[in-house]
């Protein structure tokens, strides 16, 4: 099968497009590299061609509810316009668990970006899932006093990113299906303790301290809106281990 991958130089995207190909399928990584420029739409239609599945699993860097809306916006409308244009077949949408429910920040992108795709002219797959364990390395350091690094009051379900990547391949593969079972890891975490753990592991210094967010996100990532419901799918490796291996 040949399928493009929008986001496919990223966290999880460079996962998908190793495991696409290691399965045998022709992948196309949309990228202004390759002369695709998703925000402004440019290239898209050209790249697709011949392509019976788009695998979107782009990002933005904003805390912005308006940022992450207006990115959505403009990614996923060009791909739904240039796939409908050239025959593709089959979206499928990497989302986060509880983004429908807390569309506040960069889930407000995210939520938008769902309700774009469940709405468009193109056969549809949605997969949620947790953060990915990167995550904890992500928020070290992004809100720091001195010698104290601050981290949100919340509890997470991390996946690993190469199982999320697995997960979507097997999703390419089957046809589009809707929404699907939610995937998670296999353990509930207070992000502060997976922070220590992280700053541990890579020898970082200081204390870290969690603190609660203002307003209705932060309540949503105290109150487990963000956790996996009772019936999603849970993943096999732990953050622990995803830990040891990374070091």
């Known amino acids: 099968m040949k399928l493009a991958v929008a986001g496919g130089t990223g966290t999880v995207g460079r996962l998908v497009v190793e495991a696409a190909r290691a399965r045998g399928h022709d992948v196309v990584v949309l990228s202004r590299a390759a002369g695709v420029d998703l925000t402004a739409g440019t290239g898209v239609r050209e790249a697709l061609q011949g392509v019976a599945a788009v695998v979107d699993v782009t990002s933005t860097a904003t805390r912005s509810a308006a940022a992450s809306e207006a990115f959505f916006r403009s990614v996923t409308t060009a791909l739904l316009d240039a796939e409908q244009r050239t025959g593709v077949g089959h979206h499928l949408v990497l989302s986060i668990v509880g983004a429908a429910q807390a569309p506040h920040g960069y889930y407000a992108g995210k939520a938008l970006q769902e309700r774009l795709v469940a709405d468009g002219p193109v056969p549809w797959t949605l997969l949620r899932t947790t953060q990915f364990h990167e995550f904890a ?105 995803w830990l040891a291996r990374l070091g």
């Open 137 to 241: 390395g992500q928020v070290l350091g992004q809100a720091r006093i001195g010698p104290v690094d601050l981290v949100p009051v919340m509890r997470s379900a991390s996946v690993a990113a190469v199982e999320v990547a697995d997960r979507i391949v097997d999703l390419v593969e089957a046809g589009p299906a809707g929404r699907v079972r939610d995937l998670a890891g296999p353990q509930d975490l207070r992000m502060v303790d997976m922070v220590r753990a992280y700053a541990r592991s890579t020898g970082r210094g200081g204390r870290v301290v969690a603190v609660p967010l203002p307003g209705g996100f932060g309540r949503a990532l105290r109150d487990g809106t963000v956790l996996p419901g009772p019936d999603a799918d849970r993943g096999a490796q732990t953050f622990s281990e």
